[in-house]
C-alpha cells in the first residue's frame, strides 16, 4: 500500500531485511547497532546477524576485510535474520562483489561510488565499475557520492579529511533512518554520550546523521520511502538484547535469587570476551570478574570460587574448552557447582573465530578422560540466553555439578526484542550450606563427623561445606573418594559404585517433558533441532505448513541428560530429520541412545541456515528425494569412507544413498517399516518397534525401572535410575 503524505509518498510493507557492509573500519556494526535500537524501540520484530573479519583490520578494500550486519524487521514475529537482504548497503567495492550474489533480482543497492576507483576496483578484480557497465541492471541501484557529501557536510566542523570521511557511516544511517521511517533522537542520545568529551567528533557525527536524512528527503533518487507497522508483540517492557548481553544478565539475576556472590573466571576468546565485559561492569551487583593469564587457570579459579561458597562460572569457545578438560573433570570428582559457558564458533584449532558453528556437542559430551558426566544444555535464541543461565545455575546448584551451557556465535552477536521479565516470576535459588556434622559414630545417637559424601537421598548432591566451618573439615581433590566418608579409596568396588553413582546423578536431573509441536497430530515427519537452529527451523515449518505440508517441530533444550520422553516423542514419526551446523553430532546420539536412523541435514558454512534450504531439505525426505551425505561425524556411519578410483576418500554430496531412492511417503524403510538389518532384532530380543524397550535386550533389564547400584536405584523424576 501506498499513500501521500506532505512530503514524498510513502509504501508500507510487511518486512524488510536490510545488510550494511563496508572495510571492518567502516563502522558497520555499528550503523547496523544503531538501526536495530531504533527499529526495536518503534515496535518492530526483529533478528540480526553480524558479519565480520576475525582480522582486527584486514587490507582495506579486500574481501577479507568486508564486514557486515543484516537486519530483518517486520510488522509480524520474526525468527531469523532474513535469507538474504532486500536493500544491499556498499561502502566499496569489495562489499559490493562479497555480497551483490544474496540479493535477489529487484533488490534496493546503495553504494558509494567515491570508493569506486580504479585503485579500489583493481583489489577485487573489477575491470569497470559495476555500477556503469550495466551489470546491476536488474536491481534498484542507487549511486550515493557519500563519501564526498559528508566531508562537504561536516566540512565548518574543522576537521581533517580523514577524521571527516569516517562520519559517512552516520550519513549512510540517516540515508536508512529516512528511507524506512526510523526515528533519529535515540542515536542523538547515543552520540551524545558516547563522544561526551570530544566536542568536534560528536558534531560531525550529528551533522552526517542529519545530513543524511536530509539527502533523502530532497533528492530526486528516492522517490518513495517505506515505513513497516509496529508487531503485535505480547504486553510488557521490551529492550533489544545480544545473547552474550542476555547471558550476563541471566547469571547475575541467578546470583541474585540464589544468595551467592558471582564469580567469574574467563580468558578472553571470541566470541565469549563480551560476557566478561558486561559481567566486568556490574559490580554493583556483587559480581567479581577475573581475566586469568590463560583457559586453565580461569576455570580453576572458578572452581575454587565454588569451593569457598561462590556461584562460579567460565567462559570460552570451543578451543578453551579443551584445555579446560582436565579441571572440569576435577570438579565432576569433587561434586561442586561450577557453569562452564561454550560459545561455539568454527573449528577445528583457531578455525573460523567469528564465525558461527555447533560442532561442540560431543567435546562437552565426552571430552573429559574416565566416566566424568556432565550435564548439558543449549540456547535456542538471543533472549533465551537469559533464561538458560538460570536454569545452568539450578541444576549446578541442586545436583553439585559442573554444567555447559552452550551458545554460539550466531546467537552471542545477535539482537532481538526480549520481554524483561518481573524478578518475582524468576525462580528460587536460594541455596543451603552444610552447617552442622551429619554422620552418627557407631552406635552412638551423637552425630560426630562430617561426611562430605553422605548424600541427598533425592538428588544424590553431596553436602556443600564452605571451608572453615567449624567441624565441617574434610579432604578433598582428585584422588577417588571412598562415597559417605570422602576418605581417599582405592577399592575397586567403591570405585564402580562411585561412577555409577555420578553417572546416576546425572541421569537423574529434573527436566521439562520435551514438547513437540504438531497441530494436526497426524504428521508423518518430526524435525528435530537444537540451540540456534531454532529460527530457522522455525521460519521453514511456517512456510512448509502454509503450504499444506503436515510436519512436526521439537527443539531439545537438554542435551544431557535428555527429557525422559524423548524415545517416545521421536518413535512417534516415521522421519526424524535434525539440522546441525555440524556433521551429525545430535543425529549420532539419536542414532545410539534410541536406534533411530536419524536423518541428519549439516552444512558448516560459519553461517546459519537458510530457511529455504531447511524447507527444501524437508520436502525433499517428504517425497523421497533426499540425498544423505557419505561423511558424517562418525564417518560413513561408523564403516568407513569409500575410495575412489584415485585412491582418495569419495565425499561427494549423495555418494551413497542408504535408501536407495525409496519414497518416505511409502511404507517400507529403516524406521517405521523392514528393520535395516534384516528383520531379526540383531542383539536377540524385542524389536524396539514392536513395544519392547530397546535396552531390555542389551541389559538384560529396563534401565528405567530396576535398582542399578544397590540402595540407589529407585527411579528419579524424570524416570532415569538412580
Not at 561536516?154 to 557511516?169: C, I, M, T, Y
Not at 550476563?248 to 539475576?253: D, H, M, Q, R
Not at 552406635?443 to 553436602?463: C, I
Not at 556433521?583 to 542414532?591: E, I, P, T
Request: proline residues 8%; aromatic residues 6%; glycine residues 12%.
Amino acid at each position: 500500500m501506498t499513500r501521500q503524505t506532505a512530503g514524498k509518498p510513502v509504501k508500507t510493507l510487511t518486512e524488510v531485511v536490510i545488510r550494511f557492509a563496508g572495510d571492518s573500519g567502516d563502522g558497520m556494526q555499528l550503523t547496523g547497532d544503531r538501526f536495530t535500537v531504533e527499529t526495536a524501540a518503534f515496535g518492530n520484530s526483529l533478528s540480526t546477524l553480524p558479519d565480520f573479519p576475525a582480522e582486527i583490520r584486514a587490507p582495506a578494500g579486500t574481501m577479507p576485510g568486508v564486514s557486515a550486519f543484516q537486519l530483518h524487521f517486520a510488522d509480524h514475529s520474526v525468527v531469523t535474520p532474513g535469507d538474504a537482504p532486500t536493500v544491499l548497503v556498499a561502502l566499496n567495492p569489495a562489499a559490493l562483489k562479497a555480497n551483490i550474489g544474496d540479493l535477489p533480482s529487484g533488490g534496493i543497492v546503495i553504494v558509494d561510488t567515491d570508493e569506486f576507483t580504479k585503485r579500489n576496483l583493481a583489489k577485487v578484480g573489477y575491470p569497470v565499475s559495476p555500477v556503469d557497465d550495466g551489470s546491476l541492471s536488474e536491481y534498484q541501484v542507487h549511486a550515493v557520492k557519500l563519501t564526498s557529501m559528508t566531508v562537504d557536510a561536516v566540512s565548518k566542523v574543522g576537521l581533517s579529511r580523514k577524521d571527516a570521511e569516517r562520519s559517512k557511516n552516520m550519513f549512510a544511517l540517516g540515508l536508512l533512518s529516512w528511507l524506512y521511517h526510523r526515528p533519529l533522537e535515540g542515536t542523538r542520545q547515543f552520540l551524545e554520550t558516547k563522544f561526551a568529551g570530544k566536542r568536534e567528533i560528536l558534531r560531525a557525527n550529528l551533522v552526517a546523521l542529519e545530513a543524511g536524512w536530509s539527502f533523502g528527503e530532497t533528492t530526486e533518487g528516492f522517490a518513495v520511502h517505506y515505513e513497516v507497522k509496529p508487531a503485535v508483540l505480547p504486553p510488557g517492557r521490551y529492550r533489544t538484547i545480544r545473547g552474550n548481553q542476555a547471558l550476563a544478565y541471566g547469571l547475575v539475576a541467578a546470583a541474585e535469587r540464589s544468595g551467592l556472590p558471582l564469580f567469574l573466571g574467563s580468558y578472553p576468546i571470541t566470541p565469549a570476551s563480551d560476557i566478561l565485559h558486561e559481567l566486568s561492569a556490574l559490580k554493583n551487583f556483587g559480581v567479581r570478574t577475573f581475566q586469568a593469564e590463560d583457559e586453565i587457570a580461569s576455570v580453576a579459579a572458578a572452581l575454587g570460587a565454588s569451593y569457598g561458597g561462590s556461584l562460579g562460572v567460565t567462559t570460552t569457545s570451543g578451543p578453551g574448552i579443551a584445555l579446560k578438560a582436565e579441571t572440569i573433570g576435577l570438579a565432576v570428582a569433587l561434586e561442586l557447582p561450577l557453569v562452564v559457558v561454550d560459545v561455539q564458533r568454527g573449528g577445528p584449532s583457531t578455525g573460523l573465530p567469528t564465525k558461527t558453528e555447533q560442532a561442540d556437542l560431543l567435546q562437552v559430551m565426552f571430552g573429559r578422560n574416565g566416566e566424568a558426566p556432565v550435564p548439558v544444555i543449549a540456547a535456542r535464541s538471543a533472549s533465551d540466553c537469559f533464561d538458560i543461565a538460570l536454569e545452568a545455575v539450578r541444576i549446578a546448584t541442586t545436583y553439585r555439578t559442573p554444567v555447559f551451557l552452550l551458545s554460539d556465535g550466531y546467537l552471542a552477536n545477535g539482537s532481538e526484542p526480549w520481554l524483561i521479565p518481573q524478578v518475582e516470576s524468576l525462580p528460587d535459588l536460594r541455596v543451603q550450606f552444610a552447617t552442622q556434622t551429619n554422620h552418627r559414630s557407631g552406635d552412638s545417637d551423637e552425630v560426630g563427623d562430617f561426611w562430605p559424601y553422605l548424600r541427598d537421598p533425592q538428588t544424590l548432591a553431596r553436602p556443600w561445606a564452605i571451608p572453615g566451618t567449624p567441624g565441617l573439615e574434610h579432604r578433598i581433590g582428585g584422588i577417588e573418594k571412598k562415597d559417605g566418608s570422602g576418605v581417599i579409596s582405592y577399592d575397586p568396588v567403591n570405585h564402580d559404585h562411585m561412577v555409577r553413582t555420578r553417572a546416576a546423578k546425572i541421569a537423574g536431573i529434573e527436566v521439562p517433558p520435551l514438547d513437540v509441536d504438531d497441530p494436526t497430530g497426524d504428521a508423518e515427519v518430526l524435525v528435530l533441532g537444537w540451540g540456534s537452529t531454532f529460527g530457522p527451523i522455525t521460519g521453514a515449518i511456517r512456510n512448509l505448513r502454509a503450504g499444506g505440508v503436515r510436519v512436526a517441530q521439537a527443539h531439545l533444550r537438554y542435551l544431557n541428560p535428555m527429557p525422559a520422553n524423548t524415545e517416545a516423542v521421536l518413535r512417534s514419526y516415521r522421519r526424524v530429520i535434525v539440522p546441525e551446523m555440524n556433521l551429525g553430532q545430535l543425529a549420532l546420539l539419536v542414532r545410539g541412545l534410541f536406534l533411530i536412523d536419524a536423518i541428519g541435514v549439516n552444512q558448516v558454512r560459519g553461517l546459519p541456515f537458510r530457511v529455504a534450504e531447511l524447507e527444501a531439505a524437508v520436502r525433499s525426505v517428504i517425497d523421497g528425494t533426499f540425498q544423505r551425505t557419505a561423511v558424517g561425524t562418525a564417518g560413513r556411519y561408523g564403516t568407513g569412507i569409500p575410495r575412489g578410483s584415485s585412491g582418495l576418500p569419495s565425499i561427494e554430496v549423495g555418494g551413497d544413498d542408504l535408501r536407495g531412492g525409496e519414497d518416505l511417503r511409502g511404507g517400507g524403510g529403516p524406521v517405521g517399516g523392514d528393520d535395516p538389518v534384516g528383520g531379526d532384532d540383531p542383539v536377540g530380543g524385542d524389536d524396539p518397534r514392536d513395544g519392547g524397550d530397546p535396552h531390555d535386550a542389551l541389559t538384560g533389564g529396563p534401565p528405567r525401572d530396576g535398582p542399578t547400584i544397590g540402595t540407589l536405584g529407585t527411579p528419579s523424576p524424570n524416570g532415569a535410575p538412580r
